[in-house]
T-cell receptor
């Protein structure tokens, strides 16, 4: 089973460039989310979606956009990259029950982004 | 915000049981307790979750205190592959505010 697939695995950007981090899941999960992981900070929620066409902001949404046109895909867009966005980004998904806590979150293996 | 407290690190020997503690004194009645682990260069991996009762699965057991203010993840026989960072987190019963990750416990396993 593929689970949650994130591409690319690594990316280097210059300040001001834009890019899209891709996330796809093949488990028909309603809930999808993006996190960033920085040293000593744990995982912080950027944006999430409870279904196709529905997105909302998490703890650290500034500088990021998302859309959810299909159940399977949840891309994360950086419109104008900044060095502060250097981080490891994780996408996760779960069944609807996961929104209330009674279902596990499935994570991708991350995208390591460096902004110079 | 619902928070958890874990020791920074723990050590174990191979094939011995490991008890990883977690304090969550501000837990609310509907918050689920989840455990994840993360290997280097990988995403967090689900281990187990529970609400009030103790839980067992093929990977581990979860013991939840009667007042729910603490819990313990039990690995029955540690292997070298269990060396990872273990996160105890609370799933607040509201989409989007869930998964407040702390710093976790780094488990070392020696042969």
């Amino acid at each position: 089973n593929a689970g949650v697939t994130q591409t690319p695995k690594f990316q280097v950007l210059k300040t001001g460039q834009s890019m899209t981090l891709q996330c796809a899941q093949d488990m028909n999960h309603e809930y999808m989310s993006w996190y960033r992981q920085d040293p000593g900070m744990g995982l912080r929620l950027i944006h999430y979606s409870v279904g196709a066409g529905i997105t909302d902001q998490g703890e650290v949404p500034n500088g990021y956009n998302v859309s959810r046109s299909t159940t399977e895909d949840f891309p994360l867009r950086l419109l104008s990259a900044a060095p502060s966005q250097t981080s490891v980004y994780f996408c996760a998904s779960s069944r609807r029950q996961g929104m209330a806590g009674n279902s596990p979150l499935h994570f991708g293996n991350g995208t390591r982004l460096t902004v110079t | 915000d619902a928070k958890t407290t874990q020791p920074n690190s723990m050590e174990s020997n191979e094939e011995e049981p490991v008890h990883l503690p977690c304090n969550h004194s501000t837990i609310s009645g509907t918050d689920y307790i989840h455990w994840y682990r993360q290997l280097p260069s990988q995403g967090p991996e689900y281990v187990i979750h529970g609400l009030t009762s103790n839980v067992n699965n093929r990977m581990a057991s979860l013991a939840i205190a009667e007042d729910r203010k603490s819990s313990t993840l039990i690995l029955h026989r540690a292997t070298l592959r269990d060396a990872a960072v273990y996160y105890c987190i609370l799933i607040v019963n509201q989409a989007g505010t869930a998964l407040i990750f702390g710093k976790g416990t780094t488990l070392s396993v020696s042969s």
